[in-house]
């Protein structure tokens, strides 16, 4: 008897949707872009949490990287529109690399800045009416704002303590190993795998272009200093408080 490998049955169960992806991107080119991308992020998440709390929490997504959109278009750097990918988030493409680690980590703040701002309009929002969805959009907001600002590239946090030391870089494998060897979460693993590139250059010495690459004045690293600071201990405070609130209602 000829008996299938699982990653046979795998590939013949995902081939259909493969080719059907494939004919809806090439004769529809137009859901590559932001509105596309984010109407399949709400109806895949739709599936899992319904059409209300899916159309919410792509849009504190969409806000989250806005805040990265105006704060790249601020520096001078070219940018894309935002990339939504379900169960990663979104993107922006930048067509040109930030010139230093300041212009990095101003990119990279804008987008928590934003995302908090979103989470802050939806607990105004629960606080107003009393609607329990908006609540959990909020804890949403927050969480993923805070988790977003971890000190590993490729989140947020990675980039901006770029212009404080790249060696903070370690403090998030630190944070993130941990949690990764006790849940074995694919996308943790994608995270690590990610990052060890630079966390590997750390350990060699620079060249002069490096060096220059990670200059910052004391003023900017003071001004992304209280700002990261400011935030991680905002958004640690607002997610304790509303994942209890959630727990009571």
Known sequence: MNRRTFWERVKEALGPIGVALFALFKFA?????TGGTMLISIVVYAQIWGWPYA????LLIFVHEGGHLIAARMMGLPVGLPVFIPFMGALIALKEAPRNAWIEAVVGI????????????AFGIYVATGNGLFLALAYAGCFLNLFNLIPI????????????SPWFWL???????PILVHTWNIFLIILVVLSLPRVFRLLRKRSEEER???ECTAGQRWTIGLLYFALLAGLGL???YIHT?????
């Open 110 to 121: 804008g987008g928590p800045i934003l995302g908090t701002l979103g989470a802050v309009v």
């Open 55 to 58: 159309l919410g929490f792509v």
């Open 212 to 214: 220059r690459y990670f």
């Open 238 to 240: 607002a997610t304790t």
């Open 245 to 249: 609130a959630l727990s009571q209602t």
């Open 29 to 33: 080119p137009f859901l590559l872009k």
């Open 153 to 164: 590239v490729p989140l947020d946090g990675g980039r901006i303590v770029s212009a404080l």
């Open 171 to 177: 403090c998030g494998l630190a944070l993130i190993i």
